[in-house]
């Protein structure tokens, strides 16, 4: 079974643009969530996504912004980019049942890189 | 408030040496799961093990064992004879909820375990 999927792997951008990372999960599962890492911060959650409907969200400003397909696949946008925004953006699917099925697999993520 | 802490920046063994990770966390649920990832120097995280919070049962799995004790709030992992491949960030994290599903891990800053040969 194919793992998550990230592209594009890595992207430079300079400050005021937006990017859009694009994300696909393991097939079957139904949760894709957002995580920002960067030395200073770490980990950060961004945002959960399920059934194309966001049900969590992390402490981020607006210009941070996501979505789900119906097929599960997401994308995450970043608007007027700024320096702070480079990072390691990784993107997790998990399988959503009825049972404690929730370990979170993660993708390569995406290096962003805002000049 | 929920936060996981890796009191650990960096741990440094020679080949073979024990080395235990330390993880201590906070939260008010009375459900609630804590994991271990691995981060190699690819950048994918990597998962190794996730408890709940009924679940105090500690486990062996090869090298590797865990030991979770809510007394006090601590979920350590154990590298047994480490290897030069173990050489990794490892992060914990804690997950809140009845079921768990909320899709929201709270990562500790992460230890850096760099083995020797």
């Known amino acids: 079974k194919a793992g998550v999927t990230q592209t594009p792997r890595y992207l430079i951008k300079t400050r005021g643009q937006q990017v859009t990372l694009s994300c696909s999960p393991i097939?079957?599962?139904?949760?894709v969530s957002w995580y920002q890492q960067t030395p200073g911060q770490g980990l950060q959650f961004l945002f959960e996504?399920?059934?194309?409907?966001?049900?969590n969200k992390g402490n981020f400003p607006g210009r941070f912004s996501g979505r789900q397909f119906s097929n599960s696949r997401s994308e995450m946008n970043v608007s007027t980019l700024e320096l702070g925004d480079s990072a390691l953006y990784l993107c997790?699917?998990?399988?959503?049942?009825?049972?404690?099925?929730?370990?979170?697999?993660f993708g390569p993520g995406t290096r962003l890189t805002v000049l | 408030a929920q936060k996981v802490t890796q009191a650990q920046t960096e741990i440094s063994v020679v080949e073979k040496e024990d080395v235990t990770l330390d993880c201590v966390y906070e939260?008010?649920?009375?459900?609630?799961?804590l994991f271990w990832y691995k981060q190699p120097p690819s950048g994918e995280l990597v998962f190794l093990i996730r408890?709940?919070?009924?679940?105090?049962q500690n486990e062996i799995s090869g090298r590797y064992s865990w030991n979770f004790q809510k007394s006090t709030s601590s979920f350590n992992f154990t590298i047994t004879a480490s290897q030069v491949v173990d050489s990794a960030v490892y992060f914990c994290?804690?997950?809140?909820?009845?079921?768990?599903?909320?899709?929201?891990?709270?990562f500790g800053q992460g230890t850096t375990l760099q083995v020797k040969p």
């Open positions: 997790a699917s998990s399988l959503v049942s009825r049972g404690p099925s929730n370990e979170q697999f």
């Open positions: 097939s079957g599962h139904r949760s």
């Open positions: 996504y399920f059934s194309e409907t966001q049900r």
């Open positions: 939260t008010r649920d009375t459900t609630y799961y």
């Open positions: 408890r709940n919070s009924f679940d105090e």
């Open positions: 994290a804690l997950s809140e909820g009845g079921s768990g599903n909320t899709g929201k891990l709270i």
